[in-house]
Protein backbone atom coordinates (compact mmCIF):
# COMPACT_ATOMS: atom_id res chain seq x y z
CA UNK A 1 0.00 0.00 0.00
CA UNK A 2 1.25 3.27 -0.91
CA UNK A 3 0.97 5.80 1.83
CA UNK A 4 -0.05 9.25 1.68
CA UNK A 5 2.86 11.35 1.49
CA UNK A 6 1.55 14.30 3.71
CA UNK A 7 0.22 11.89 6.26
CA UNK A 8 4.16 9.98 6.69
CA UNK A 9 5.83 13.71 6.84
CA UNK A 10 3.55 14.56 9.81
CA UNK A 11 4.05 11.66 11.59
CA UNK A 12 7.82 12.10 10.81
CA UNK A 13 7.47 15.50 12.46
CA UNK A 14 5.42 14.95 15.06
CA UNK A 15 7.71 12.50 16.41
CA UNK A 16 10.80 12.24 18.45
CA UNK A 17 13.40 10.22 17.01
CA UNK A 18 15.36 7.64 19.80
CA UNK A 19 18.99 8.21 18.61
CA UNK A 20 19.67 6.10 22.55
CA UNK A 21 20.40 10.01 24.13
CA UNK A 22 18.95 10.34 27.99
CA UNK A 23 16.99 13.07 26.45
CA UNK A 24 14.89 11.11 24.09
CA UNK A 25 12.39 10.19 26.68
CA UNK A 26 12.11 13.65 27.79
CA UNK A 27 8.79 13.96 25.67
CA UNK A 28 7.20 11.13 27.72
CA UNK A 29 8.48 12.47 31.29
CA UNK A 30 7.13 15.96 30.76
CA UNK A 31 3.64 13.74 29.70
CA UNK A 32 3.56 11.66 33.15
CA UNK A 33 3.97 14.81 35.25
CA UNK A 34 2.63 13.47 38.89
CA UNK A 35 0.28 10.45 37.21
CA UNK A 36 -0.42 7.50 39.29
CA UNK A 37 -0.08 4.44 36.93
CA UNK A 38 2.08 4.46 33.71
CA UNK A 39 1.32 1.45 31.68
CA UNK A 40 3.84 0.45 29.33
CA UNK A 41 2.44 -2.32 27.00
CA UNK A 42 4.67 -4.66 24.41
CA UNK A 43 3.68 -6.09 21.00
CA UNK A 44 4.91 -9.45 21.75
CA UNK A 45 5.83 -11.47 24.55
CA UNK A 46 9.07 -12.37 23.03
CA UNK A 47 10.67 -8.63 22.00
CA UNK A 48 14.49 -7.88 23.37
CA UNK A 49 13.81 -4.62 22.76
CA UNK A 50 10.50 -4.19 24.56
CA UNK A 51 11.90 -5.56 27.30
CA UNK A 52 15.08 -3.77 27.72
CA UNK A 53 13.58 -0.06 26.87
CA UNK A 54 10.20 -0.37 29.01
CA UNK A 55 12.89 -1.65 31.95
CA UNK A 56 14.97 1.47 30.64
CA UNK A 57 11.94 3.80 31.11
CA UNK A 58 11.23 2.40 34.58
CA UNK A 59 14.33 2.36 36.35
CA UNK A 60 14.15 6.52 34.92
CA UNK A 61 10.46 6.71 36.58
CA UNK A 62 11.51 5.20 39.89
CA UNK A 63 14.70 7.15 40.16
CA UNK A 64 13.45 10.33 38.96
CA UNK A 65 9.45 10.02 39.38
CA UNK A 66 9.26 8.19 42.41
CA UNK A 67 7.68 5.09 41.58
CA UNK A 68 7.94 2.47 44.14
CA UNK A 69 5.98 -0.61 42.44
CA UNK A 70 6.24 -2.41 39.24
CA UNK A 71 2.92 -4.71 38.57
CA UNK A 72 3.72 -7.13 36.04
CA UNK A 73 1.08 -9.62 33.74
CA UNK A 74 2.33 -12.11 36.04
CA UNK A 75 0.86 -14.43 38.80
CA UNK A 76 0.90 -12.98 42.67
CA UNK A 77 2.52 -15.52 44.62
CA UNK A 78 5.79 -16.16 41.99
CA UNK A 79 5.97 -12.51 41.66
CA UNK A 80 5.83 -12.55 45.75
CA UNK A 81 9.15 -14.14 46.02
CA UNK A 82 10.70 -11.37 43.89
CA UNK A 83 9.57 -9.08 45.81
CA UNK A 84 11.34 -9.74 48.72
CA UNK A 85 14.61 -10.41 46.69
CA UNK A 86 14.44 -7.23 45.60
CA UNK A 87 13.46 -5.65 49.01
CA UNK A 88 16.26 -7.46 50.40
CA UNK A 89 14.17 -9.73 52.44
CA UNK A 90 13.82 -13.95 51.70
CA UNK A 91 16.18 -16.68 51.30
CA UNK A 92 17.07 -16.09 47.55
CA UNK A 93 21.16 -15.41 46.69
CA UNK A 94 20.33 -14.40 43.35
CA UNK A 95 17.82 -12.79 40.75
CA UNK A 96 17.90 -15.78 39.05
CA UNK A 97 16.91 -17.88 42.41
CA UNK A 98 13.98 -15.28 42.97
CA UNK A 99 12.74 -16.19 39.43
CA UNK A 100 12.87 -19.86 39.85
CA UNK A 101 8.87 -19.90 40.59
CA UNK A 102 8.59 -18.71 36.76
CA UNK A 103 8.83 -22.20 35.49
CA UNK A 104 5.56 -23.10 34.11
CA UNK A 105 4.83 -22.72 29.84
CA UNK A 106 5.35 -19.81 29.16
CA UNK A 107 8.58 -19.36 31.68
CA UNK A 108 10.80 -16.71 29.23
CA UNK A 109 8.04 -14.45 29.71
CA UNK A 110 9.82 -13.28 33.16
CA UNK A 111 12.57 -15.72 33.04
CA UNK A 112 14.99 -14.07 30.50
CA UNK A 113 17.89 -12.01 30.90
CA UNK A 114 16.33 -8.92 30.46
CA UNK A 115 13.96 -9.18 33.28
CA UNK A 116 17.11 -10.68 35.45
CA UNK A 117 18.83 -7.24 34.76
CA UNK A 118 16.31 -5.32 35.85
CA UNK A 119 15.24 -7.22 39.22
CA UNK A 120 19.43 -6.79 39.91
CA UNK A 121 18.92 -3.39 39.36
CA UNK A 122 15.78 -3.10 41.45
CA UNK A 123 17.67 -4.79 44.47
CA UNK A 124 21.00 -3.13 44.05
CA UNK A 125 18.90 0.55 44.11
CA UNK A 126 16.53 -0.74 46.88
CA UNK A 127 20.38 -1.98 49.16
CA UNK A 128 21.41 1.75 48.34
CA UNK A 129 18.38 3.84 49.53
CA UNK A 130 18.87 5.71 53.33
CA UNK A 131 17.40 3.92 55.99
CA UNK A 132 13.86 4.16 56.08
CA UNK A 133 12.96 5.31 52.25
CA UNK A 134 10.02 2.98 50.56
CA UNK A 135 11.88 0.63 48.77
CA UNK A 136 10.38 -0.29 45.53
CA UNK A 137 8.23 -3.53 44.53
CA UNK A 138 7.77 -6.06 42.07
CA UNK A 139 3.90 -7.49 41.93
CA UNK A 140 1.92 -9.79 40.04
CA UNK A 141 -1.89 -9.32 39.15
CA UNK A 142 -2.86 -12.45 37.13
CA UNK A 143 -4.92 -14.73 38.45
CA UNK A 144 -3.59 -18.08 36.90
CA UNK A 145 -2.46 -19.93 40.67
CA UNK A 146 -5.02 -21.28 41.72
CA UNK A 147 -3.82 -23.75 43.56
CA UNK A 148 -0.42 -21.72 45.26
CA UNK A 149 -2.34 -19.07 46.44
CA UNK A 150 -4.74 -20.90 47.99
CA UNK A 151 -1.63 -22.84 49.56
CA UNK A 152 -0.31 -19.57 50.25
CA UNK A 153 -3.49 -18.56 52.23
CA UNK A 154 -3.24 -21.31 54.35
CA UNK A 155 0.80 -21.27 54.87
CA UNK A 156 -0.22 -17.46 56.22
CA UNK A 157 -3.19 -18.83 58.71
CA UNK A 158 -1.48 -21.51 59.94
CA UNK A 159 1.64 -18.87 61.56
CA UNK A 160 -1.19 -16.76 63.35
CA UNK A 161 -4.23 -18.58 63.50
CA UNK A 162 -4.77 -22.24 63.62
CA UNK A 163 -8.45 -22.54 64.08
CA UNK A 164 -9.05 -19.57 60.93
CA UNK A 165 -6.55 -22.04 59.06
CA UNK A 166 -8.59 -25.19 59.85
CA UNK A 167 -11.78 -23.14 58.79
CA UNK A 168 -10.02 -21.92 55.06
CA UNK A 169 -9.05 -25.33 54.46
CA UNK A 170 -12.66 -26.54 54.96
CA UNK A 171 -13.80 -24.37 52.73
CA UNK A 172 -11.17 -24.76 49.97
CA UNK A 173 -11.64 -28.68 50.82
CA UNK A 174 -14.66 -27.81 48.22
CA UNK A 175 -12.20 -28.37 45.39
CA UNK A 176 -10.58 -31.43 46.78
CA UNK A 177 -12.48 -34.29 44.30
CA UNK A 178 -10.77 -32.60 41.58
CA UNK A 179 -7.42 -33.18 42.69
CA UNK A 180 -5.30 -30.70 40.89
CA UNK A 181 -7.33 -30.61 38.04
CA UNK A 182 -8.84 -27.08 38.82
CA UNK A 183 -9.84 -26.81 34.74
CA UNK A 184 -12.00 -30.20 35.67
CA UNK A 185 -13.99 -28.19 38.50
CA UNK A 186 -14.82 -25.29 35.75
CA UNK A 187 -15.84 -27.97 33.63
CA UNK A 188 -18.20 -29.64 36.17
CA UNK A 189 -19.47 -26.62 37.89
CA UNK A 190 -20.39 -24.83 34.37
CA UNK A 191 -22.48 -27.65 33.32
CA UNK A 192 -24.03 -28.23 36.58
CA UNK A 193 -22.48 -31.51 37.11
CA UNK A 194 -20.72 -30.58 40.21
CA UNK A 195 -22.05 -27.35 43.21
CA UNK A 196 -19.82 -24.50 42.42
CA UNK A 197 -17.28 -23.13 45.25
CA UNK A 198 -18.00 -19.96 44.97
CA UNK A 199 -19.88 -19.15 47.89
CA UNK A 200 -16.59 -21.24 49.95
CA UNK A 201 -14.19 -19.05 48.64
CA UNK A 202 -16.01 -15.83 49.31
CA UNK A 203 -16.49 -16.33 52.70
CA UNK A 204 -12.50 -16.84 53.19
CA UNK A 205 -11.94 -14.00 51.69
CA UNK A 206 -14.39 -12.23 53.47
CA UNK A 207 -13.64 -13.52 57.00
CA UNK A 208 -9.43 -12.59 56.26
CA UNK A 209 -10.76 -9.20 55.67
CA UNK A 210 -13.12 -8.52 58.61
CA UNK A 211 -10.39 -9.56 60.75
CA UNK A 212 -7.68 -7.60 58.98
CA UNK A 213 -6.13 -6.03 61.59
CA UNK A 214 -6.57 -8.82 64.29
CA UNK A 215 -4.75 -10.75 61.72
CA UNK A 216 -2.25 -8.57 60.89
CA UNK A 217 -0.96 -8.35 64.18
CA UNK A 218 -1.23 -11.49 65.30
CA UNK A 219 2.87 -12.06 64.67
CA UNK A 220 5.32 -9.23 64.72
CA UNK A 221 7.96 -11.49 63.75
CA UNK A 222 6.28 -11.63 60.82
CA UNK A 223 7.05 -9.40 57.20
CA UNK A 224 4.55 -6.46 58.05
CA UNK A 225 3.23 -7.27 54.58
CA UNK A 226 2.35 -10.66 55.25
CA UNK A 227 -1.34 -9.93 55.67
CA UNK A 228 -1.93 -7.92 52.54
CA UNK A 229 -0.17 -10.28 50.06
CA UNK A 230 -2.07 -13.17 52.03
CA UNK A 231 -5.44 -11.19 51.60
CA UNK A 232 -4.54 -10.85 47.98
CA UNK A 233 -3.85 -14.60 47.33
CA UNK A 234 -7.32 -15.10 48.85
CA UNK A 235 -8.86 -12.91 46.46
CA UNK A 236 -6.52 -14.49 43.67
CA UNK A 237 -8.97 -17.68 44.46
CA UNK A 238 -11.96 -16.19 44.76
CA UNK A 239 -11.27 -14.79 41.56
CA UNK A 240 -9.41 -17.59 39.94
CA UNK A 241 -12.91 -19.78 40.86
CA UNK A 242 -15.03 -17.73 38.96
CA UNK A 243 -12.51 -17.48 35.84
CA UNK A 244 -12.00 -21.17 34.84
CA UNK A 245 -15.88 -21.13 35.24
CA UNK A 246 -15.86 -19.13 32.77
CA UNK A 247 -13.91 -20.42 30.42
CA UNK A 248 -16.28 -22.36 29.62
CA UNK A 249 -19.11 -19.33 28.75
CA UNK A 250 -16.97 -17.75 26.17
CA UNK A 251 -13.45 -16.09 25.41
CA UNK A 252 -14.70 -12.74 26.11
CA UNK A 253 -16.44 -13.64 29.38
CA UNK A 254 -13.09 -14.79 30.90
CA UNK A 255 -11.21 -12.20 29.48
CA UNK A 256 -13.08 -9.62 30.93
CA UNK A 257 -12.56 -11.67 34.47
CA UNK A 258 -8.89 -11.50 34.32
CA UNK A 259 -8.61 -8.00 33.39
CA UNK A 260 -11.37 -6.70 35.75
CA UNK A 261 -9.05 -8.76 38.24
CA UNK A 262 -5.99 -7.63 36.96
CA UNK A 263 -7.48 -3.85 37.09
CA UNK A 264 -9.03 -4.27 40.94
CA UNK A 265 -5.23 -5.68 42.17
CA UNK A 266 -4.08 -2.53 41.02
CA UNK A 267 -6.59 -0.40 43.26
CA UNK A 268 -5.94 -2.43 46.10
CA UNK A 269 -1.96 -2.23 45.24
CA UNK A 270 -2.43 1.43 45.33
CA UNK A 271 -3.97 1.53 48.24
CA UNK A 272 -1.59 -1.06 50.36
CA UNK A 273 1.12 1.51 49.20
CA UNK A 274 -0.44 4.56 50.46
CA UNK A 275 -1.90 7.77 49.09
CA UNK A 276 1.82 8.85 47.88
CA UNK A 277 2.06 5.56 45.85
CA UNK A 278 2.97 5.33 41.77
CA UNK A 279 2.65 2.08 39.72
CA UNK A 280 4.68 1.10 36.42
CA UNK A 281 2.43 -1.52 34.77
CA UNK A 282 4.08 -4.23 32.54
CA UNK A 283 1.72 -6.52 30.12
CA UNK A 284 0.63 -6.97 26.53
CA UNK A 285 -0.53 -3.81 24.62
CA UNK A 286 -4.00 -5.96 24.35
CA UNK A 287 -4.20 -5.36 28.08
CA UNK A 288 -3.24 -2.23 28.61
CA UNK A 289 -4.05 0.01 25.81
CA UNK A 290 -7.43 1.08 25.56
CA UNK A 291 -10.35 -1.61 24.55
CA UNK A 292 -12.88 0.76 23.41
CA UNK A 293 -10.34 1.62 20.55
CA UNK A 294 -9.80 -1.68 18.81
CA UNK A 295 -12.77 -4.22 17.22
CA UNK A 296 -13.09 -6.21 20.27
CA UNK A 297 -14.94 -3.56 22.14
CA UNK A 298 -17.87 -4.38 19.96
CA UNK A 299 -17.82 -7.45 21.09
CA UNK A 300 -18.30 -6.80 24.53
CA UNK A 301 -14.40 -7.02 25.61
CA UNK A 302 -12.44 -4.66 27.73
CA UNK A 303 -9.32 -4.71 29.35
CA UNK A 304 -7.04 -2.68 32.18
CA UNK A 305 -6.14 0.29 30.35
CA UNK A 306 -9.78 0.95 29.53
CA UNK A 307 -10.76 0.19 33.29
CA UNK A 308 -8.32 2.45 34.62
CA UNK A 309 -8.78 5.42 32.53
CA UNK A 310 -12.82 5.30 33.30
CA UNK A 311 -11.49 5.47 37.20
CA UNK A 312 -7.90 7.47 37.15
CA UNK A 313 -8.20 9.28 34.17
CA UNK A 314 -5.38 11.28 32.88
CA UNK A 315 -3.68 9.76 35.58
CA UNK A 316 -2.92 7.11 34.23
CA UNK A 317 -1.12 6.99 31.11
CA UNK A 318 -0.98 4.16 28.47
CA UNK A 319 2.03 3.67 26.24
CA UNK A 320 2.28 1.07 23.38
CA UNK A 321 4.85 -0.06 21.62
CA UNK A 322 5.23 -1.69 17.61
CA UNK A 323 7.79 -3.22 15.46
CA UNK A 324 7.57 -4.24 11.67
CA UNK A 325 10.18 -6.82 11.51
CA UNK A 326 12.91 -8.81 13.62
CA UNK A 327 12.94 -11.95 15.44
CA UNK A 328 10.40 -12.98 18.53
CA UNK A 329 10.50 -15.86 21.20
CA UNK A 330 7.44 -17.45 21.08
CA UNK A 331 6.00 -21.02 20.71
CA UNK A 332 4.57 -23.27 17.84
CA UNK A 333 1.58 -24.67 20.18
CA UNK A 334 1.16 -24.47 24.14
CA UNK A 335 3.71 -26.27 26.53
CA UNK A 336 6.23 -25.76 23.34
CA UNK A 337 9.37 -24.84 23.42
CA UNK A 338 11.02 -21.25 23.08
CA UNK A 339 11.53 -20.96 19.84
CA UNK A 340 13.29 -17.29 18.01
CA UNK A 341 10.99 -17.14 14.65
CA UNK A 342 11.25 -14.46 12.31
CA UNK A 343 8.84 -11.90 12.10
CA UNK A 344 7.40 -11.18 9.18
CA UNK A 345 6.93 -7.75 7.29
CA UNK A 346 3.80 -5.76 8.43
CA UNK A 347 0.73 -6.24 6.17
CA UNK A 348 0.94 -3.32 4.21
CA UNK A 349 -2.43 -1.51 5.83
CA UNK A 350 -1.04 -1.67 8.73
CA UNK A 351 0.02 0.83 11.35
CA UNK A 352 3.14 -0.58 11.51
CA UNK A 353 3.77 -0.42 7.57
CA UNK A 354 2.56 2.93 7.94
CA UNK A 355 5.67 3.92 10.39
CA UNK A 356 8.29 1.79 8.87
CA UNK A 357 7.55 3.93 5.67
CA UNK A 358 8.99 7.06 7.02
CA UNK A 359 12.46 4.99 7.08
CA UNK A 360 12.81 6.48 10.76
CA UNK A 361 14.37 3.49 12.55
CA UNK A 362 13.02 4.23 15.83
CA UNK A 363 10.78 6.68 17.18
CA UNK A 364 8.29 8.43 20.02
CA UNK A 365 4.78 9.54 19.46
CA UNK A 366 2.84 11.72 22.00
CA UNK A 367 -0.89 11.62 20.89
CA UNK A 368 -2.06 13.30 24.09
CA UNK A 369 -2.64 16.86 23.16
CA UNK A 370 -1.62 16.76 19.57
CA UNK A 371 -4.80 16.66 17.81
CA UNK A 372 -2.98 16.82 14.28
CA UNK A 373 -1.07 13.54 14.90
CA UNK A 374 -3.87 12.09 16.72
CA UNK A 375 -6.40 12.77 13.43
CA UNK A 376 -4.14 10.91 11.59
CA UNK A 377 -3.41 7.96 13.45
CA UNK A 378 -7.57 7.51 14.49
CA UNK A 379 -8.01 6.32 11.23
CA UNK A 380 -8.81 2.75 11.68
CA UNK A 381 -6.02 0.83 10.49
CA UNK A 382 -4.87 -3.10 11.14
CA UNK A 383 -2.73 -3.51 14.40
CA UNK A 384 -0.36 -6.24 14.99
CA UNK A 385 -0.55 -8.50 18.14
CA UNK A 386 1.74 -11.28 18.88
CA UNK A 387 1.07 -13.22 22.26
CA UNK A 388 3.20 -16.17 23.43
CA UNK A 389 2.14 -18.51 20.42
CA UNK A 390 3.21 -16.74 17.01
CA UNK A 391 2.04 -18.58 13.69
CA UNK A 392 3.25 -17.00 10.53
CA UNK A 393 1.23 -18.93 8.33
CA UNK A 394 -2.08 -17.68 9.85
CA UNK A 395 -0.80 -14.06 10.14
CA UNK A 396 -3.63 -11.95 9.07
CA UNK A 397 -6.33 -14.33 11.75
CA UNK A 398 -3.98 -14.71 14.66
CA UNK A 399 -2.40 -11.86 14.76
CA UNK A 400 -4.46 -8.46 13.39
CA UNK A 401 -7.11 -6.77 14.52
CA UNK A 402 -8.52 -2.69 13.76
CA UNK A 403 -7.56 0.02 16.36
CA UNK A 404 -7.46 3.56 16.31
CA UNK A 405 -4.23 3.86 17.52
CA UNK A 406 -4.16 7.19 19.02
CA UNK A 407 -7.65 6.40 20.72
CA UNK A 408 -5.72 3.20 22.24
CA UNK A 409 -2.64 4.49 23.64
CA UNK A 410 -1.43 8.06 25.31
CA UNK A 411 2.13 7.77 23.37
CA UNK A 412 3.55 4.85 21.43
CA UNK A 413 7.12 3.82 20.46
CA UNK A 414 7.91 2.10 17.08
CA UNK A 415 11.14 -0.04 16.83
CA UNK A 416 11.43 -0.84 13.18
CA UNK A 417 13.54 -3.90 13.16
CA UNK A 418 13.72 -5.75 16.67
CA UNK A 419 15.12 -9.03 17.90
CA UNK A 420 14.17 -11.89 20.13
CA UNK A 421 14.81 -11.40 23.46
CA UNK A 422 17.09 -14.28 25.68
CA UNK A 423 15.16 -16.72 27.50
CA UNK A 424 17.36 -18.42 30.41
CA UNK A 425 15.91 -21.52 29.24
CA UNK A 426 14.35 -22.73 26.24
CA UNK A 427 11.85 -25.07 27.48
CA UNK A 428 9.42 -24.86 30.08
CA UNK A 429 8.55 -26.70 33.11
CA UNK A 430 5.80 -29.46 32.59
CA UNK A 431 2.39 -28.39 34.30
CA UNK A 432 2.13 -29.13 38.06
CA UNK A 433 -0.14 -28.30 41.12
CA UNK A 434 -2.85 -28.02 38.11
CA UNK A 435 -2.00 -24.76 37.28
CA UNK A 436 -3.02 -23.59 33.76
CA UNK A 437 -0.31 -22.15 31.55
CA UNK A 438 0.43 -18.26 31.80
CA UNK A 439 -2.01 -16.15 29.07
CA UNK A 440 -4.29 -19.63 28.94
CA UNK A 441 -6.09 -19.94 26.68
CA UNK A 442 -6.12 -16.34 25.13
CA UNK A 443 -2.00 -16.81 24.60
CA UNK A 444 -1.97 -12.39 25.74
Not at 45 to 69: D, L, P, S, V, W
Not at 167 to 181: I, K, N, V
Not at 186 to 200: I, M, P, Q, R, V
Not at 244 to 272: C, I, K, P, Q, V
Request: glycine residues 6%; hydrophobic residues 40%; aromatic residues 12%.
Amino acid sequence: MAFDQLQLRAVRENSHSLIGSDEDYTPLFDLIGNSRFVLIGEASHGTHEFYRTRAYITKRFIQEKGFTAVAAEADWPDTHRVNRFVRGRGGDQSAAQALDNFRRFPAWMWRNSDVLEFVNWLRDYNDLLPRGARKAGFYGMDLYSFHSSSRAVLDYLYKVDSEAARRARFRYGCFEQFGEDIQAYGYAATFGLNKTCEDEVIAQLVDMSRRAAELASRDGRLDPDEFFIAEQNARVVKNAERYYRAMFSGRFSSWNLRDRHMAETLDHLLSHLGPSAKVVVWAHNSHLGDARATEVSQQGELNVGQLLRLKYGNAAVLVGFTTYTGTVTAASNWDGPAETKHVRPALSDSFEAMFHATYVPQFLMIFRGNKFLSGILNQERLERAIGVIYLPQSERISHYFHARLADQFDALIHIDNTNALQPLEITSRPEEAGEVPETYPSAI
